[in-house]
């Protein structure tokens, strides 16, 4: 079964502060993974996924095959990234696939 | 805005009861995907249709059964409901049918509220 967990609930840090929000999964497949935002009183958003290796709003993310993570990172925590994050696991297999969310992890910026 | 529009935003209904949630997709856009969002298990994958058909599921009840009609919006049908049915209700769009060839555009969703 796949599963993905998000070890925080909630994570504080400080304005400037670096910030990693951690992703662990588990599939015996080959992963699609996302990362998924949900800013307050906004609709839920694709923050990235990691076949795009791309950087958006400063946050990247590896996939640690090795270690099964697929941690968010920013160098610099802006007070506007404060928000709900999730990370969700695709599974194909034919014409059946799954996305899995974790519980999500929520995070805020202090000044 | 992302376009996805869900009706009604709020539903307070008793159990054992039935309701039907309505999505409509951005234009353009083929697939639909229904969620729950739900304190205890977090945000789930229910269904998926694509161009009118059923193309994935995931946990799902027996008590649900959703359907996308030909001019793509689609019905979530929750039936004989139970408290534990009380969730925030999800629907989301993209352009193809793989869950992450395309960007999913989700809807503000559907607050269910079971009494």
């Known amino acids: 079964a796949q599963r993905v967990t998000q070890p925080e609930k909630l994570l504080s840090v400080f304005k400037g502060a670096p910030v990693e929000l951690k992703c662990n999964y588990s599939?015996?497949?080959?992963?699609?993974l996302f990362w998924y935002v949900q800013y307050s009183r906004q609709r839920l958003q694709l923050l990235l996924r990691h076949i795009s290796r791309e950087s958006i709003k400063g946050f990247t993310a590896d996939l640690n095959k090795g270690e099964t993570s697929f941690h968010l990172k920013k160098p610099f925590a802006q007070e506007e990234d404060s928000a709900m994050y999730y990370c969700?696991?695709?599974?194909?297999?034919?014409?059946?696939?799954?996305?899995?969310f974790g519980k999500g992890t929520l995070l805020t910026v202090n000044p | 805005d992302s376009g996805v529009t869900q009706t009604p935003k709020h539903l307070i209904t008793a159990t054992g009861q039935r309701v039907t949630l309505r999505c409509s997709p951005r234009?353009?856009?083929?697939?639909v995907y229904w969620y729950q969002q739900s304190l205890d298990q977090g945000l789930q994958f229910l269904i998926q249709?694509?161009?009118?058909?059923?193309?994935a599921k995931g946990n799902i009840l027996e008590r649900f059964s959703a359907q996308q009609f030909p001019d793509l919006h689609s019905e979530l049908n929750l039936s004989s409901l139970e408290l534990g049915d009380s969730a925030l209700y999800f629907c989301?769009?993209?352009?193809?049918?793989?869950?992450?060839?395309?960007?999913?555009?989700f809807g503000p969703g559907t607050r269910l509220t079971v009494t």
């Open positions: 249709y694509y161009n009118g058909e059923e193309r």
């Open positions: 599939y015996s497949g080959s992963p699609e």
């Open positions: 234009s353009g856009d083929l697939s």
């Open positions: 969700a696991l695709g599974r194909s297999g034919g014409s059946n696939y799954k996305l899995t």
């Open positions: 989301a769009s993209s352009v193809g049918g793989g869950a992450w060839d395309y960007e999913q555009y």
